[in-house]
């Protein structure tokens, strides 16, 4: 997909962020686009959950500007960023392992029928969504959360973020805590995600799932995006490790002097 | 229908959703659970059958009466309504250790405000209110200040004992002389209307069973809810046909006939707080604060106010549970509530299947407690004075059994390590001496005479069911983590 095709569906133009004294984020740019799978690396430290954490509104941002859908809003906390249609799945998930699929996915937005739950259109509900991101491998919307694999809870934290017609998901180390099957099936469902049109943001250590699924990449260094390229087959593993680590692999990349600014 | 399975083996869509929910896939359903540690109340049911089945041996024609049957369904029913109130907190994870003198501070209210000349609706009333205040004053400082329940309900132990003692003097009570709280334990339903109220419980509890197959768009196989409430009816006809036989003594001048007030108004007040728990949103945020609280919050659940809410609704179902234990006795003094009756509730809770670590619960699980706890001492009672071990041998042999079998399983452990490790010596040693000491003193103790009508042996026994339980509860939560 292009990026001519289609504007950004959320921009972050020149964010600033401080702790103090310490500066975290230096006027970061960031673009997700719809139907694209954007990757966000950088090492420890760099500054990708400060940036996470502006967008999604839990830290206000020093300066700068977030524009969604071209149109610039001000994201006061987690309600305001899930109203407009931004989803985070936070590293631990936040599931209830006592309750079901069904229960997790509708937890604190349960349907009601004459007030009560409503559990056969919650049922159908998560079976379609369930279905749409071709889930294949949760044998019953009933089963417990408990007796679910790592990958399989990933799916589930994945399904609950775009069951509420979320337009942004940004997922955080998805992959981290999975064996290499269950990672390709996260993976796989990343991309399912990016071909039903949501932007899709993925934040990893992992320069081999970046690659695989990625379209775009920033990576951050020290607290400023040092490049904003878009992944291509000849692009190899150790320019992003490169980008990460030192700021710039060849020509691409920010300089040392700015760096030290 | 949950069906919970490790799901690790050949997937496909949804494929356990599309099988009919049928004999065999309960049976599956229920081996895959005990399988992965999760007992549920299977240990509650099987520790009322062996009891019935050890006092029904012991002392036939004194345990297995139909005046010992209502006695004890009347002696448990305190126990259990408190229990109910405890399983609230216990599923967010938190503990009531103040519930029985919640229930015995609004008891008290009730009654002064009888004595006083109040009507009933006005008495019922403040007492309500009190019970649901001492609640919210509970939970205001767990949810709020975010003190540790345990503490705060320790120091209401203290603090409500206080009031008790203040409203009620020291070494006085206050007699209750209101029918209808007097009746509530004491009077029955004449036979006939214990039949009307049975059949018409059956009926609902069918009825109920039939919609929730027609709203899962029949899920469970015909033949599984024919099984359910077949089930439910052999137990409940046969209650009735117990307790509608006269059990006066035989001299007394009038006959005692059929099923106490409590059974009806137990059954009641579970299936309105089962309801709460299952069908309501409210009662969905309940489990999820109890497994999960900073997913829920991260959920937009206001998690403070469940917590407070909780609170409450445990000082208000106390609070019911104080007025069955001032009809058990028709008065109050400065003890009901206290004594053996406050951990009792929360052993019932807990031996019933609720899990102490939160959000694993049902409020059946209080009542099967509550009923493995009031046999206990109803049993021992009549048991009275014994010479329990008087043949010592299929003690010991049972002993030796258990020791043979453990043995063998750590050695079958060890089998694919090559060395004998310290930690495998220490076990079998701890577990010889285990064997050898409790054998000796079976043969020490073999012709002494213990009174198991004892206070003291009696509390022994509840509080080792109560470790079990808890130790259960435990255990699995170890294995599934």
Sequence with gaps: MSEKSAGPILEVVGINKSFGPVRVLHDVNFRVYPGQVTALIGDNGAGKTTLVKCI????????????????????????????????????????????????????????????????????????????????????????????????????????KAVLWNSKVVLLDEPTAALGVAQTKQVLDLVRRLAAQGLGVVLISHNMNDVLQVSDRVSAMYLGRVAADVPVTADTRREFLVELITAGRSGDVGITNSEVSE | MTSERVSSEAASDFALDSVQHNFRTAVEDFRSRVKSGDLGSLPAILAIVVLVTVFGLARPDSFLTALNFSNFLEQAAAVIVIALAVTFVLLLGDIDLAAGYTAGVSAAVLAIRLQAGWSLPMAVLLSAVVAVSLGLWTGTLVAKLGIPSFVVTLANFLIFQGILLILVKDGGSVRIDNPVITGIVGDNLNPTWSWVVALLGLGAYGAAQLSRRRRSDGATSLALVVARVGLAAVLIVGMVLVLNKNRAFASAASEIRGMPYVIPL??????????????????????????????????????????????????????????????????????????DTLLLAVGAAVVGGTSLFGGKGRMVNAVLGGLVLALIPNGLGLVGKAVPFGTVWPFIAVIALFFGLYAVGLLRSRASGASISSEFATRLLTATVFAVGVSTILVRYSDTEIDFSSSGVKFICSGMALLLAASVDAITRRRTA
């Design chain 1, 56 to 159: 999604t509104g839990i830290y206000p941002a020093d300066s700068g500007e977030f524009r969604f859908e071209g149109k610039p809003v001000i994201i006061h906390g987690p309600r305001d960023a899930a109203a407009l249609g931004l989803e985070v799945v936070y590293q631990d998930l936040a599931l209830c392992e006592n309750l079901d699929v069904v229960q997790n996915l509708f937890l604190g937005r349960e349907r009601l029928r004459r007030g009560l739950l409503d559990e056969p259109s919650m049922e159908a509900a998560t079976r379609e969504t369930l279905a749409s991101l071709s889930v294949r491998t949760v044998k019953s919307v009933r089963q417990m959360v408990s007796s679910l694999s790592g990958g399989q809870r990933q799916t589930v934290a994945i399904a």
């Design chain 2, 266 to 339: 137990v059954l009641v007040i579970v299936l309105i707080l089962t309801f709460v728990l299952n069908r309501t949103r409210y009662g969905r945020h309940l489990f999820a604060v109890g497994g999960n609280s900073e997913a829920a919050r991260r959920a937009g659940i206001n998690v403070t106010r469940v917590r407070l809410s909780a609170f409450a609704i445990c000082g208000l179902v106390a609070g019911i549970g104080g007025a069955f234990l001032a009809s058990r006795v028709n008065s109050i003094d400065p003890k009901t509530g206290g004594n």
